[in-house]
């Protein structure tokens, strides 16, 4: 079946063209043809459908449902950028409450005046980030700073910890020290050492 025949019925006309008193064929001949030919395409456009979703699904995964005041990521994939190039700035941002779910994929979130985008957002943003529970794990605790250093374009610490021998120093991201009083006496005891700011 050529999408010729399927739009309008019949087959395109070649010259040269039949004569004028060629029979033609009965009105209810034709009608039954053209419900045979739009049930047959009706049939194979359901099939495409389906191919469609079968092939898509399996790159699909099932998701967490989310109600209204969980906490997700936003991608800035269509917001404004401030940066000079949309590389440079972060990918997500957040977390921000849903303010009410549209549909099972859909939602609208509580976002600061400055980020109010005009429509619902779509579920392919990442999941909400995992819950932490207050006994996760052991904190340790910051004795010093002994040196610093820039490993592969991120800044690091060596860390002595409270408690700890000298084989216990590690090397940690400056994101992850969270003792500001003990890095601005290491960084003014030490001025010469490597800066996160050059």
């Known amino acids: 079946m050529t999408p010729f025949l399927a739009n309008v019925g019949y087959h395109p006309r070649f010259f040269p063209l039949s004569p004028l008193d060629a029979p033609e064929p009965p009105a209810n001949d034709y009608l039954a043809e053209l419900q045979v030919i739009y049930r047959l395409v009706q049939r194979q456009l359901e099939k495409a459908k389906a191919d469609y979703k079968r092939f898509a699904d399996r790159s699909r995964r099932d998701t967490p449902p989310l109600t209204v005041g969980d906490r997700v990521w936003l991608s800035t994939r269509n917001l404004p950028s401030t940066r000079p190039a949309k590389e440079l700035d972060h990918r997500y941002v957040g977390l921000f409450p849903i303010e009410a779910v549209i549909n099972p994929v ?93």
């Open 106 to 198: 859909a939602y609208r979130l509580t976002l600061p005046p400055s980020m109010r985008p005009a429509c619902p957002l779509h579920r392919a943003e990442p999941p909400p980030p995992e819950q932490r529970d207050g006994d996760s794990g052991p904190e340790y605790e910051v004795a010093s700073i002994r040196d610093s250093r820039w490993v592969k374009g991120r800044f690091q610490y060596l860390t002595e910890w409270k408690g700890y021998g000298p084989e216990e120093f590690t090397w940690e991201d400056a994101t992850t020290v969270h003792a500001p009083a003990l890095v601005t006496a290491f960084h003014d005891q030490f001025p010469s050492r490597p800066h996160p700011d050059r």
